[in-house]
């Protein structure tokens, strides 16, 4: 069974900092997919990966897969309250998705 | 923009009571799931329907069983609610089966205390 392993799983920083955050595996991804899940919500579906290398832009969230498919980052610059939220990665294998147990992210004003 | 709903935010039941929570969702998505989720355990997928009246057991699918009469909507029945079954409990939805442009989307979730 494929396990995402996600770091680290508590951030706590100021707003303005910059921070990463890691999802990481030991089998190959055949894609990845990143969510913000906010107090009291649902994950909401932040960005997809497929490809080696590729790295995706959606605002001031930068996200990276790995060469090898096997990790993935999510860098958030100059955070902001708006960004506090648990973050979660999540692949998927036969009609069924597998997601790591996320970092927990809150930005301090 | 598509739409999940669960029929309700936050429920409280007693031991041994029968619970249903309903998910609707508006469009046409082969393929639903409830997953519950945990604290330190992340999302755990409890079973899961990729059509009306068939399902497929998840990970945990002890205590629970599921129905899909109609493509729209995807019920989660405890049959004996069990302290152990509080939790936060997921719908999500989505199409096609497999593939990078094949997203889940997820309704708001239904906070469940069980006394």
């Known amino acids: 069974t494929q396990l995402l392993e996600q770091s680290p799983q508590f951030l706590s920083i100021q707003e303005g900092e910059n921070l990463t955050v890691y999802c990481n595996s030991s089998s190959v991804f055949s894609s990845l997919q990143w969510y913000r899940q906010e107090p009291g919500e649902g994950p909401v579906l932040l960005v997809t990966v497929v490809t080696g290398g590729e790295v995706k832009k959606l605002k001031r969230l930068t996200f990276q897969f790995g060469d090898a498919r096997k990790d993935s980052s999510l860098h958030i610059t100059a955070a902001q309250p708006g960004d506090t939220g648990l973050y979660l990665c999540s692949t998927s294998g036969t009609y069924k998705y597998i997601f790591g147990t996320g970092t927990r992210l809150k930005v301090l004003a | 923009d598509v739409k999940v709903t669960q029929s309700s935010r936050y429920l409280v039941k007693r031991t041994g009571e029968k619970v249903f929570l309903e998910c609707v969702q508006d469009m046409d998505h082969e393929n639903m799931f409830w997953y519950r989720q945990d604290p330190g355990l992340g999302l755990r997928l409890i079973y899961f329907?990729?059509?009306?009246?068939?399902?497929e057991k998840g990970d945990i699918p002890e205590g629970y069983s599921v129905s899909r009469e109609k493509k729209e909507r995807f019920s989660l029945i405890l049959e004996s609610a069990s302290t152990n079954q509080t939790s936060m409990y997921l719908c999500?939805?989505?199409?096609?089966?497999?593939?990078?442009?094949?997203?889940?989307?997820f309704g708001p979730g239904t906070r469940l205390l069980v006394l």
């Open positions: 329907s990729y059509d009306v009246k068939m399902k």
């Open positions: 999500a939805s989505k199409t096609q089966a497999l593939g990078p442009g094949s997203t889940q989307y």
